[in-house]
Nanobody, 127 residues
Framework: QVQLQESGPGLVKPSQTLSLTCTVS??????????WSWIRQPPGKGLEWMGA???????YYSPSLKSRTSISRDTSKNQFTLQLSSVTPEDTAVYYC???????????????????WGKGTLVTVSS
């Protein structure tokens, strides 16, 4: 059973960099062909996909957040990390990490959605 756990500070000051880590157990983040995503949900709003890092280490970002977002990984710890720079109160949200279930069969790639999620962690941006 794959489990994901977010960790990081619950309070960040405006203009600073938010940094969160997702620790994965029960499976390796380098296993073909999974992707590992960060998603957030501001209070009273819907889910927003922020970006992902692939099993290969390639990264992908939401166009609206690309200039402020960086996702990296530590394969020795089976962790991947989100950094969001220049935060404002509008970045206050519950942040989730999740696994994207991707299967490659020959030349065809199948996406089966996010099948494992962390419980989420609330990050508040406030002075």
């Amino acid at each position: 059973q794959v489990q994901l756990q977010e960790s990081g500070p619950g309070l960040v000051k405006p203009s600073q960099t938010l940094s969160l880590t997702c620790t994965v157990s029960g499976g390796s983040i380098t296993t073909n062909y999974y992707y590992w995503s960060w998603i957030r949900q501001p209070p009273g709003k819907g889910l927003e996909w922020m970006g992902a890092i692939a099993y290969s280490g390639s990264t992908y970002y939401s166009p609206s957040l690309k200039s402020r977002t960086s996702i990296s990984r530590d394969t020795s710890k089976n962790q991947f990390t989100l950094q969001l720079s220049s935060v404002t109160p509008e970045d206050t949200a519950v942040y989730y990490c999740a696994r994207d279930n991707v299967v490659v069969a020959g030349l065809t790639t199948y996406y089966y959605g996010m099948d494992y999620w962390g419980k989420g962690t609330l990050v508040t941006v406030s002075s």
